[in-house]
């Protein structure tokens, strides 16, 4: 069921890239609803019916100003950043692309950014750690894709 699961959601990242949609997005929905304790996959059925339903209240909802609705996207950073205390603060290769991710983001304006830069950072710590072989080889191949991204002069 796991494995349906991925693919669904791989399946959705790459329609909504298509489309113009973050892909951030599927990813999100999908492990919030498996962390709401959704695994059959009906949780992904009403949460498409439900936005399916969106698109009536939409116009509506584009009444209210950005500066009523700041608060609570306030809200949903913080609750992300409770995620920090996860991290072992006196290793710097965990420390190092972390921070580099939550200056990136803002920054940049883009998360997408700002995991592509804590990517690169963190494949070259391990590199130069000598810890290479803890990385695996598809993070190398997205470390490179995102070098040659932001720093390939085309």
């Not at 492990?31 to 339903?53: P, Y």
């Not at 913080?78 to 983001?105: K, Y």
């Amino acid at each position: 069921m796991f494995l349906a699961t991925c693919v669904a959601s791989a399946i959705g990242t790459v329609a909504g890239a298509l489309t113009g949609t973050s892909t951030v997005t599927t990813f999100v929905e999908s492990a919030s609803g498996v962390e709401a304790g959704g695994r059959t996959g009906l949780t992904a059925v009403t949460a498409g019916v439900l936005f399916l339903l969106c698109m009536f209240v939409a116009p509506a909802a584009a009444i209210i100003p950005a500066a009523a609705t700041s608060s609570a996207l306030i809200y949903v950073g913080i609750l992300m950043l409770s995620n920090l205390r996860h991290i072992d603060f006196t290793d710097l290769s965990q420390l190092l692309p972390v921070s580099v991710m939550l200056l990136a983001m803002p920054i940049s304006g883009s998360i997408g950014h700002g995991i592509g830069l804590a990517l690169i950072c963190h494949a070259v710590i391990k590199v130069c750690t000598g810890k290479a072989r803890e990385v695996s080889a598809l993070t190398y191949v997205l470390s490179l894709i995102f070098v040659v991204k932001f720093f390939a002069v085309i």
